[in-house]
């Protein structure tokens, strides 16, 4: 089985930055496609970023330009650079990543979530 920890949220003023980070660890093959998701209070589960293992990625419209994805396939890592913080980005961030493992067989892992509040 896959295991996914995060870390990095807390309490920012709007305009600051905070560093998300999802750790995979346990048995496979390898991680595929990995990406951020948030889930507001009220709110359904959205996607954040999305990137390939080859590094191609993908944003919602409300963070592209604020918001980089990146990854350490080394350590099987997956980042989440967050600038100009809003006070509509607080949700809680999970962290998504699609297993591959040695048998060939596909399937998805959440992290446990992360909460980013953004207020004064």
């Known amino acids: 089985q896959v295991q996914l920890v995060e870390s990095g949220g807390g309490l920012v003023q709007p305009g600051g930055s905070l560093r998300l980070s999802c750790a995979a660890s346990?048995?496979?093959?390898?991680?595929?496609?990995m990406a951020w998701y948030r889930q507001a209070p009220g709110k359904e589960r959205e996607l954040v970023a999305a990137?390939?293992?080859?590094?191609?990625?993908n944003y919602a419209d409300s963070v592209k330009g604020r918001f980089t994805v990146s990854r350490d396939n080394a350590k099987n890592t997956v980042y989440l650079q967050m600038n100009s913080l809003k006070p509509e980005d607080t949700a809680v961030y999970y962290c998504?990543?699609?297993?591959?493992?040695?048998?060939?067989?596909?399937?998805?892992?959440w992290g446990q979530g992360t909460q980013v509040t953004v207020s004064s």
């Open positions: 998504n990543a699609v297993v591959l493992t040695t048998s060939g067989y596909q399937y998805e892992r």
């Open positions: 346990g048995t496979f093959f390898s991680i595929n496609n």
């Open positions: 990137i390939t293992r080859g590094g191609i990625t």
